[in-house]
T-cell receptor, first 113, second 107 residues
Framework: DAEITQSPRHKITETGRQVTLACHQT?????MFWYRQDLGHGLRLIHY???????NKGEVSDGYSVSRSNTEDLPLTLESAASSQTSVYFC????????????FGPGTRLTVT | TQLLEQSPQFLSIQEGENLTVYCNSS?????LQWYRQEPGEGPVLLVT?????EVKKLKRLTFQFGDARKDSSLHITAAQPGDTGLYLC???????FGTGTRLTIIP
């Protein structure tokens, strides 16, 4: 069965370190998204991609970067982790081409100390 | 930016009762989606509504899209403990999410 996976599921890191969160989908979806979820803010879009080599900034992109070298993967990098980036991160994908229904991964809980 | 407001933020009711939660916006959406999220998991798509005035049923859950495509509602009949979770509406090409309704069904 097609799925979307994230790794690691839990991560503790120190302020200033670079961190990369992995997202892998086997739906063969064109579109991929990264969100963060915090109490009181709901899900906020960080970055998104509509296809290989395409990346775009979302609502809260400062301090984050992504790259899309293939259809299946969209890794999220925190260049220099900050305590404000402690959150739960979700990756999602959608088929695109008028179909915006998104399928979410299980999330990564990141703690920056 | 298209904003979605959900109400109520929190709802706690007894098993067997009926409830309605709302998703409102000042913007028109071509479609709206409803997701349910359980603790420690990602949101799971429940339904997509596309046509103004559309009503969709999923067992005991009834979803309605407003005629003007600016609002939506979710009605649950005879709520069960398994309905407990965070209900999120979302719309737009990049999926703007509402802040959600946290529903607790008390056995």
């Amino acid at each position: 069965d097609a799925e979307i996976t994230q790794s690691p599921r839990h991560k503790i890191t120190e302020t200033g370190r670079q961190v990369t969160l992995a997202c892998h989908q086997t739906w063969n979806h064109n579109n991929m998204f990264w969100y963060r979820q915090d109490l009181g803010h709901g899900l906020r879009l960080i970055h998104y991609s509509y296809g290989v080599q395409d990346t775009n900034k979302g609502e809260v992109s400062d301090g984050y970067s992504v790259s899309r070298s293939n259809t299946e993967d969209l890794p999220l990098t925190l260049e220099s982790a900050a305590s404000s980036q402690t959150s739960v991160y979700f990756c999602a994908s959608s088929a695109g081409q008028g179909n915006y229904e998104q399928y979410f991964g299980p999330g990564t809980r990141l703690t920056v100390t | 930016t298209q904003l979605l407001e959900q109400s109520p933020q929190f709802l706690s009711i007894q098993e067997g009762e009926n409830l309605t939660v709302y998703c409102n916006s000042s913007s028109v959406f071509s479609s709206l989606q409803w997701y349910r999220q359980e603790p420690g998991e990602g949101p799971v798509l429940l339904v997509t509504v596309v046509t103004g005035g559309e009503v969709k049923k999923l067992k005991r859950l009834t979803f309605q899209f407003g005629d003007a495509r600016k609002d939506s509602s979710l009605h649950i009949t005879a709520a069960q403990p398994g309905d407990t979770g965070l209900y999120l509406c979302a719309g737009g090409v990049k999926l703007t999410f509402g802040t959600g309704t946290r529903l607790t069904i008390i056995p």
